[in-house]
């Protein structure tokens, strides 16, 4: 078997670090290919600041912030993320991403193959559907609408998501996380609060997704009559991206190793179970290279991004916690990642990837 079937991980995601200079702008990321995003997540760093994603199906201007539960909003004029295009995406005149003199990050995901479903007429799931979708990346964008009652939802890909999240654009409610790694499917996690995993049998109708379709119960974060959603999904794809649970042990000197089969470009982790606190991002561009100390984000608050001496250090075949803060290395407390590569551990032509 393969060791990857993706060579190049920056055809797929890549990240990008900038400075705010309140112009309309393109924004161009650096990788060995073209990245024409269809996700981009804008987040400020020098300075206190929303989380704004954008994504080619709702459509450029249309924003959701990961650190509220707020509605979707849309931007006016020269504002917010005004296109999309073939090697990053176009940003305007609105500070939460473009302030001047501030420095800001942005992480960008390629579906890039549009599908409808009409479920009445194929007979897959039970919900109409739309997206964006890369079976070769694993990673599709979903728009449905809600019926308020139990139903399944096509998500374009031909493996069932490690993780899905799902945000209900016209209405104020939490984003909710569902995933393989939680305990089951009757558990889901906040994107935008500190919680624990939580039972809430009517976010997912208690079912596991599928090859073909992902399950909403009647909750109205994932399934009101008339409501408006978006869903993120992932599968792990080997030498690419994984989806997966640890669990840590405090120790700075010998912290947990998570193994993910590649140099981890992204990493974003949430404690699930003990105590509440926050997920954390990092990355290889803000930390491109391994140190005494580390700078994060959270995508459950809008603080600038901070420097901690509790680290995680990004090796050639997964990433290692080199402190013992609780927030992603507790004793005994149990974690949920999402990672996505710089470069495969070995490439499909056997060529192994190098430790920074």
Not at 3 to 25: E, H, K, M, Q, W
Not at 331 to 343: K, P
């Amino acid at each position: 078997m393969a060791y990857t079937t993706i060579d190049d991980p920056s055809a797929y995601f890549n990240s990008l670090i900038y400075t705010g200079n309140v112009t309309v702008r393109a924004l161009t990321f650096d990788g060995n290919s073209d990245l024409a995003v269809d996700w981009i997540w804008l987040k400020s760093r020098s300075i206190s600041g929303n989380h704004h994603l954008y994504d080619s199906v709702r459509g450029t201007q249309k924003h959701l912030r990961s650190n509220l539960d707020s509605a979707e909003g849309t931007n006016g004029g020269t504002d917010g993320v005004t296109a999309f295009s073939s090697n990053g995406v176009t940003i305007g005149t609105n500070t939460a991403s473009n302030d001047d003199g501030e420095t800001f990050v942005g992480w960008g995901w390629k579906a890039g193959t549009s599908f409808t479903n009409d479920a009445s007429s194929t007979s897959i799931g039970s919900i109409d559907s739309a997206g964006s979708v890369s079976d070769v990346s694993g990673f599709s964008i979903v728009s449905f609408t809600g019926t308020g009652s139990n139903g399944t939802i096509k998500h374009g890909l031909s493996t069932a998501p490690d993780l899905f999240i799902i945000k209900r654009r016209d209405s104020a409610n939490d984003w909710r996380v569902g995933s393989s790694a939680l305990t089951n499917f009757v558990k889901h996690v906040n994107l935008n609060t500190t919680a624990v995993e939580s039972d809430l049998a009517a976010a997912f109708n208690s079912t596991g997704p599928t090859t073909s379709v992902f399950s909403v119960g009647t909750s109205v974060s994932t399934n009101a009559s008339g409501g408006t959603y978006i869903a993120y999904c992932f599968s792990s794809i080997k030498g690419y991206s994984k989806v997966g649970s640890y669990t840590g042990n405090n120790s700075v000197t010998d912290g947990t190793f998570v193994y993910t089969g590649f140099k981890p470009a992204f990493v974003m982790v949430k404690l699930i179970d003990s105590q509440t606190d926050n997920w954390i991002m990092q990355d290889n561009k803000i930390n491109s290279f391994n140190g005494a100390s580390s700078q994060r984000l959270r995508p459950n608050s809008s603080g600038a991004e901070f420097t901690s001496t509790n680290e995680i250090d990004f090796l050639s075949n997964g990433f290692k916690c080199r402190g013992d803060d609780g927030e992603f290395n507790g004793d005994g407390f149990s974690y949920i990642y999402m990672a996505f590569a710089e470069s495969p551990f070995v490439t499909s032509t056997e060529v192994p990837a190098t430790a920074r």
